[in-house]
């Protein structure tokens, strides 16, 4: 198994793809930490992996970043996986500055708290590996929001913190995943734009997919795998870089 007593903490477990992430780590042998705000969601996901650890804990709060952590002492993986607030489906010059800023606020400082509590200790060791996920809407996306500045921060920062970090064995790598049919229901994507509907959803599936390279978009099993894979120490010369799982929907 690739992930083989490796310990992974899991920011935003709760969630769809943070959810199916921690199931793929745990099949790859890797000892879950589930961390979010919500205790029903993680422990949701708890049920069905064994030996998981759920703890309560806001990652935009740095103060209980810092002291869950250590707790949970040695640390192979972090993944940032946490929902930033993104408003989006109006024109920007339409747009509330608050809505607007929200996941460029949260975004950056939730990836940036939980990254540096964890680089910290994993260069201390040596080794490690520092993950996050955007959309890649850095390169443009009309209708967005502060989606695509929020992106392009994330993009920085992972950028930023591989260079300094190689020399003492810590990776930082991003994934670009945008439009994976599993996660976009109304439900959900009513948190961001409340006017869509199902009719709406699909047309949105259908565009991303005439979009892309491969004319088809990712699946959440292809995500999954892909960050299983860049966890591991088969990716160990993967560092500074967005692996795009888009289907070629932006360049790399």
Known sequence: ??????????????????????????????????????????????????????????????????????????????????????????????????????????????????????????????????????SGSAHGSPMMGGTGPADAATDSLVRNLAMELGPRGVRAVGLWAAGIPETLTVEKLGKVNPDLNEAAIQGILDHLSSLRMTRRNPTLAEITATAVFLASDHAASITGTFVNVTGGMFPG
């Open 1 to 134: 198994m690739l992930l083989t007593d490796k310990t992974a903490v899991i920011y935003g477990a709760g969630g769809s793809i943070g959810g199916a992430v921690a199931r793929a780590f745990a099949a790859e042998g890797a000892r879950v930490h589930l961390v979010g705000r919500t205790r029903e969601t993680l422990e949701a996901v708890a049920v069905d992996l064994k030996d998981a650890e759920v703890a309560v804990v806001d990652a935009l709060d740095e103060t209980a970043v810092e002291e869950h952590l250590a707790r949970v002492g040695d640390i192979d993986v972090s993944f940032n996986l946490v929902s930033r607030g993104d408003v989006q489906g109006l024109p920007i010059t339409d747009m509330p500055v608050d809505a607007f800023l929200a996941p460029v606020i949260n975004g950056t400082r939730a990836n940036f708290i939980t990254a540096r509590a964890a680089a910290r200790r994993m260069a201390e060791r040596g080794s490690g590996v520092v993950l996050t996920l955007n």
